[in-house]
């Protein structure tokens, strides 16, 4: 499986970017997909998940309310939304596939990875 992320960019705080992540080569419609995001000088952090089916999402305390994830199994693709972007929102964007069963806020839950996009909020 192979996923690609893009959508990065500049922004200015307040603004709203798009992310998108497209996945090839291998199932994707049956597994929760994740978004994580690696700060400069800092660990990879769970951003936000959504399952399978659209029907369970999961966002961290410091996203909720300003980032949207959404899928089109369709397609193939997860999206993520940002809106009302700030400064400490800047860094790099992963998306990922889950394990067979896996979900959750977990990295060790996820065995496939873009390559990320990097988004940046100017104050």
């Known amino acids: 499986v192979q996923l690609q992320a893009y959508g990065g960019g500049l922004v200015q705080a307040g603004g709203s970017l798009r992310l998108s992540c497209a996945a090839s080569g291998g199932t994707f419609s049956i597994y929760t997909v994740g978004w994580f995001r690696q700060a400069p000088g800092k660990e990879r952090e769970f951003v936000a998940a959504i399952t399978w089916s659209g029907s369970s999402t999961y966002y961290a305390n410091s996203v909720k309310g300003r980032f949207t994830i959404s899928r089109d199994n369709a397609k193939n693709t997860v999206d993520l939304q940002m809106n009302s972007l700030k400064p400490e929102d800047t860094a790099v964007y992963y998306c990922?596939?889950?394990?067979?069963?896996?979900?959750?806020?977990?990295?060790?839950?996820?065995?496939?990875w873009g390559q990320g996009t990097l988004v940046t909020v100017s104050s």
């Open positions: 990922a596939r889950s394990r067979v069963g896996g979900y959750g806020t977990q990295e060790s839950q996820y065995i496939y």
